[in-house]
């Protein structure tokens, strides 16, 4: 059975084959230009969740509006999904370095993370 986050990468796939972009035949000059248009995106589609949280102390019209906010996070998830795999990550993959990541980051909170460390590299 093909749990969530594994549909959401197939369902990613598709709807990028659809516009054109397929991550699995690109060269090296393709993923770099599609990792910089990604990222691109998901900091446009960032601003975009900013603007939805009341941040200008100057403007009383603005309010929290919580429902933009919520599509504005799955933005950022449609592009980082297909960042991910442009570089070949699957959910699979995405599950088994954020599980390692994350170990990392627990590890850096217990020693009081109290200078720059070198413990990314064995992440894979």
Known sequence: MEDQLQAMFKMQKEL????G??????NMEEKQKWILNYCRAMSQ?????????PWKWWAKYQKFDEQN?????????????????????????VHRIYMQK??????????GYSEKADDNKHIQ
Do not use: P, Y
């Open 102 to 111: 994350n170990k990392v980051n627990f590890e850096r909170q217990e020693s």
């Open 69 to 93: 906010i919520k599509v504005e996070i799955i933005d950022i998830f449609h592009f980082l999904i297909s960042a991910a795999q442009v570089v070949g990550l699957d959910a699979d993959d």
């Open 45 to 53: 589609e960032i601003s975009e969740l900013i603007d939805s949280v």
């Open 16 to 19: 990028n084959k659809r516009i």
């Open 21 to 26: 972009v397929d991550t699995d035949s690109m």
